[in-house]
């Protein structure tokens, strides 16, 4: 029986995944895997005698990423704390290194979907684990809430997170991979889509779905919960055009709230305590005090960067030059430096002009993935194209749940197969052209 080793391709999808899930301190499975990506490369262009052929690629959305990682290390000049601006170089260094690797070697069809095999298996272990977290006092090792997280170079942290709501005062909420419930909460919303749009497996697809959303809840991350209902409103306006169950939807929803309190007094015990249930739940999140409280600490925490902002005339402070500022300042509330709005962090960061760049950038990738998604012809571009472009919409609303994306290890493997369908697609529609000119 012949036995098939993965290769250094899946062995880093894989790394990617899992990222400070296998992890001592600062260093992750994923930064030695890396080191290996990188000596490979070395190796292969040696070989090559460092010739590089810059028309691979069809479309320009690559070439974006060396740019980041230049202006990112020319803010070193200006930047406020030049030790922060060299860990997030390493950030988007590691980052780009993702991106470009994944468009490298996924060139075809075939490899896209040996990708997708690869990391729905992955993903689907930690869906698996954090289901477990929810319902058990099973912790993964490396989780903050583990008894053995200090033997990983870790301390265990058990202070709720700035986006969560009461849940997160009664129990210690999954972390799967992630370290942290909002970023496995952030993981889990982007993988929504790529279920969504499957065709077949429909009972492993809700099966699916409903685990994921019960992560989320679990999780306690309200602006993922949030972003939850505005992924199935865009999935049914523009991504199945049907209005009609939107509408019925939230009909039924309205009418239920409205007449919550008359059913929670139902003689029917089974309507009486679904009632009882969705009321516990409405007023978790319509807790007035915690909303205050995070929607009060983002307000300052946005308003010391932007004024941080203006006082650079645009520029910008450098890149991890957002968190120095709130140091200086004290910190929000004591203890928070991160911006927690990562979109906000970037032009703070970077400046305005290279901000709006970026969010065009990022916007034009998820349009032309949307398209790919309505009009090609082929199935697994159909797909791609799909569920990229809403995971990719979805992420801009629910990212605002983390401390910083900037090392969020998924975002930058969602950027990889989001440029390397478009790639694909772009090789096929330019050979058809050229068979039937």
């Not at 993965?6 to 999808?13: A, G, Y």
């Not at 990188?38 to 460092?50: A, E, G, K």
């Not at 007035?288 to 005339?313: F, Q, T």
Request: proline share 4%; with cysteine.
């Amino acid at each position: 029986m012949k036995i098939h080793l993965p290769s250094l391709k899946d062995i880093f999808l894989v790394s990617i995944v899992i990222g400070v899930g296998i992890s001592y301190g600062d260093l992750y499975l994923f930064h030695i895997i890396f080191g290996i990506v990188i000596l490979h490369t070395i190796r292969q262009l040696i070989c090559n005698s460092f010739k590089l052929n810059l028309n691979a690629f069809q479309n320009n959305y690559i070439y974006f990423m060396p740019l980041f990682m230049f202006w990112y290390f020319i803010t070193i000049f200006w930047s406020i704390n030049k030790l922060y601006t060299l860990q997030y170089i390493f950030y988007i260094f590691c980052g780009t290194g993702i991106v470009f690797y994944i468009v490298s070697v996924f060139k075809t069809p075939n490899d896209l979907n040996r990708g997708k095999k690869i990391l729905a298996y992955v993903f689907s272990i930690e869906i698996a684990l954090s289901i477990l977290e929810c319902f058990s006092s099973f912790r993964l090792p490396i989780s903050p809430f583990s008894d053995y997280v200090t033997f990983f170079g870790r301390e265990p942290s058990l202070d709720p997170t700035l986006d969560s709501f009461s849940v997160a005062s009664l129990i210690q909420p999954p972390t799967g991979f992630q370290w942290n419930p909002n970023d496995l909460a952030l993981t889990m919303i982007t993988l929504v889509p790529f279920y969504l749009f499957l065709n077949k497996n429909f009972f492993l697809k809700w099966i699916a779905i409903s685990s994921i959303t019960t992560i989320i809840i679990m999780t306690s991350s309200r602006s993922v919960f949030l972003s939850m209902g505005i992924l199935f409103l865009i999935y049914f306006i523009f991504y199945k055009r049907q209005i009609l169950p939107i509408v019925l939807t939230i009909s039924v929803s309205l009418l239920f709230f409205f007449q919550i309190e008359n059913l929670k007094e139902s003689e029917n015990p089974q309507i009486s305590e679904i009632a009882n249930t969705f009321s516990t739940i409405q007023n978790i999140l319509s807790d007035n005090i915690l909303i205050g409280e995070s929607i009060s600490i983002r307000e300052e925490l946005a308003r010391n960067g932007i004024n941080a902002l203006k006082n650079s005339y645009g520029f910008g402070v450098g890149a991890g030059g957002s968190v120095a500022i709130q140091e200086k300042l004290g910190g929000v509330d004591g203890r928070i430096t991160s911006m927690h709005n990562f979109w906000l962090e970037v032009i703070v960061d970077s400046g305005i002009l290279f901000g709006i760049v970026f969010l065009i950038w990022y916007l034009s990738l998820a349009w032309n993935l949307y398209l790919v998604g309505l009009r090609s012809k082929l199935s697994h571009s159909k797909y791609f194209g799909k569920s990229i472009s809403l995971s990719l919409i979805i992420f801009i609303p629910a990212a605002i749940t983390s401390s910083s994306v900037i090392y969020f290890l998924p975002m930058w493997l969602l950027f990889g197969f989001a440029i390397a369908t478009l790639e694909i697609e772009s090789k096929i529609t330019l050979q058809k052209n050229q068979q039937f000119p």
